[in-house]
């Protein structure tokens, strides 16, 4: 079904949590999004999501916690659930609490999740938040190439924005179900703001005047681009090519004082950083024109030469911190949105802020982007005159340059860090699961528990993001991957003394279950979500903190050493993004029919962690068990 689509209008409103230097009026709050003119038919369609039972959260908490606590630690926690849970007790309370929440808002989480999960969250938004994401290596390897492609992507998201524009964006299903789409209308012309104690996001597609400039940086250095005619309609590709070049020619030496850093800083010194940096009119303009734009284009230079099996992987860490500032991290503004990365060499991708939305629309734009570049250029267009592409211009204080210099090395240390591999794993895809009348991401998650088995002889608490898009505003919520299912299948898989049928009906019986707890998430019946609702009704209504929040157990089942997300694309892309804790992997995967994308990142500063040897395991685990499922007949589940 294709759908058209009544923009969300958005109140201003203040944040209760408002920091001191955070713009207050310009925060969104999601929960009071309006829908409004030709009343869409599809979001008002859309259920709102649900609370779920209490004693069932209580339940799936404690089967959850199973496979990664120890005994004693459980018996505690049940202990603690049974008094929080009790008839008059303060899990009753908070339920009854959030349960009027849910009746008087759009989504009783996402204004939430948004402002814990991103907006106060102080780690930088590099690595520890912002995706990457890589596109295949595209065929060009100069400067003329560089733009030629630039120009033509460039074309291809305000191909993209016409259908955002128009509210005619096709809907997307999952499960034959329509998802919200408002995801969609986040992305484009916005920006992160930081500030003391939580972060703002500003939509400027929503803005009386919206935006009809893009921003592009080169050598470091950053241009306003206006994409549009005075008559309103798009430059073409080749109109663009001429702009670009323009800006090349204005930036021929990379500048020494990369403002753009300073965006990679802890948020807390950002924002303070950022309070002295717009204190000049110069310096506010033209911070101004970036967050206004409709988005970034980074048009980076060279990258450190690599060994062709390496160069996804260094493709990745390009998209995801830009390599250092030796290479082309001075060459970003990472609270932007969509930043859109053109490198010399052909290597492609994005990056982008999380707050405004998950992976799936930005790789929906990305797949178009693929697909249109891919088209024949179209004929030249006749030779109008195009006003100059405006440099904005830095005034850089010795305590901007200090802010900086502080950001450069910062940076330098964390992009050292990160220890990232993608691996094209191309001996099967999707279609052998399905073969075997599996799903194939419940297949992956479960070979991703045998994998980081082998490698610790133990189960760790693990994420796997799933879509609440089902449900009016919706984000995500957890699917606990680390089961007891799949625990008894892991401890099982390698042990000599088993039979193989006894095996394959163990790993049947752990794929089946993490099917089952997916279909619990997406319907809006998972736990964390749920738990953290509650918490936050304390936190609101400033009570003591229950101890089934406080208890060692929750610590535990919060600390993810396998954080992992399915990012499906059409055109073989891979998304890729750090660990959410220190000693842990982010592993982010793309079914293909026929092969799967894996990005595995760890942090070199812990010893514990490798992402090589983990992508080995992963390989490894995927084809022992195509092999355990073709070899042994299976018992009739
Ligand atoms: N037998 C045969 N085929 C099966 C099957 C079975 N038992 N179970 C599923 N399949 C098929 C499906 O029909 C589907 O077919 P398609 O390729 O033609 O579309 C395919 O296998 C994939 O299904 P499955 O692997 O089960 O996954 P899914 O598409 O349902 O996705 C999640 C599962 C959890 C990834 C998804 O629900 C989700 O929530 N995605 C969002 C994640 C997200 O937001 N990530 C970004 C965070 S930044």
Known sequence: MWGIFTRTMVKAGKSKSCGLAKPCHLVKPVSTIRI????????????????PPLKQTCERYIAALEPIVEEDELKHTKELLSDFQAPGGVGERLQRALEKRAQHTDNWLSEWWVQVAYLQYRMPVVVHSNPGLILPRMNFRDKQGQLRFASKLIAAVLDFKIMTDNEALPVEYLGGKPLCMNQFYEVLSSCRVPGLTSDSVVNHAKSSRPPKHITVVHNHQFFMLDVYHGDGTALT???????????????????????????????????RAYLNLIKDQTNKDSVSAIQRSIFLLCLDGAVPPVADGMYRSLAAVQMLHGGGCQWNSGNRWFDKTLQFIVGEDGTCGANYEHAPAEGPPIVTLIDHIVEYTRKDDAPRSSRVSLSKPQKLHFRITPEIQKDIEEAKNKLDILAQDVDMKVTIFDHFGKNVPKAHNLSPDAFIQVMLQLAYHRVYRRCCSTYESASLRMFRLGRTDTIRSASSASAAFVKTFDDPRKQNTEKVDLMVKAIKAHRSYTNMAISGQAIDRHLLGLKMVAVEEKMTLPEVFTDTAYAK????????????????????????????????YNPMDDHINFAVSSFNSCEETNASRLSQAIEGALLDMKTLLEQTPRSKL
């Open 237 to 271: 590709a080749d109109q663009l090519h001429t702009q670009l070049e323009r800006i090349c020619s204005a930036s021929p030496q990379r500048n020494t004082e990369p403002v753009g850093v300073l965006t990679s800083q802890q948020r807390d010194s950002w924002a």
């Open 557 to 588: 089942a919060l600390h993810f050493q396998l954080s992992t997300s399915q990012v499906p694309s059409k055109t073989d892309c891979v998304m890729c993004f750090g660990p959410v804790v220190s000693n842990g992997y982010g592993v982010c």
């Open 36 to 51: 409004t003119g030709r009343y869409l038919t599809h979001q008002r369609g859309l259920p709102t999501l649900p609370v």
